[in-house]
């Protein structure tokens, strides 16, 4: 039995120790695959019904034209970066700290959103405001004059 473990452990190693294949011949640049696996799952995750599938296809063949690949291309490119276990991890970490700063985009733009909704709401209120005291004195509300 000790053997057997042995043996086994012995394989394991000599295929750890082995050198990754070549890269294929057409393989993306590391730094576009990143990005393109980024945004491949952020149309995946934003396309979330059957009836959209039609829809993911067509986004994923603007992202591979975007990114000057194809299908099979970033098939083999994706395989080969797969292999790479420790580097792959590495790019996830990238993948997620991009995610994290286009939340925070998206939060500091809804915000904003929201503060100028606020800002409209009063500006209306306060024209409403003024209109209606105008109404109850007999006066015309007053016109802002067009600015040239």
């Not at 100028?116 to 500006?123: G, T």
Request: hydrophobic letters at 35%; aromatic letters at 6%; a negative charge.
């Amino acid at each position: 039995m000790r053997s057997v473990l042995l043996a086994t452990m012995a394989v394991l190693f000599l295929l750890s120790c082995e050198s990754p294949p070549d890269p294929p011949e057409d393989l993306i640049e590391e730094e576009a695959y990143t990005n393109l696996i980024a945004e491949l799952t952020l149309a995946r995750s934003l396309i979330n019904t059957r009836s959209a599938l039609h829809v993911e296809d067509s986004l994923r063949q603007v992202l591979f034209e975007h990114y000057g690949t194809n299908r099979n291309q970033f098939d083999r490119s994706h395989a080969w970066y797969q292999r790479q276990p420790e580097r792959q991890m590495a790019r996830l970490d990238s993948i997620n700290a991009i995610f994290r700063e286009q939340r925070v985009r998206i939060n500091e733009g809804l915000t904003k959103w929201e503060e100028d909704q606020r800002n409209l709401r009063q500006e209306r209120e306060e024209g409403s405001a003024e209109a209606d005291s105008a109404r109850s004195t007999g006066q015309q509300p007053e016109v802002p004059a067009d600015e040239p």
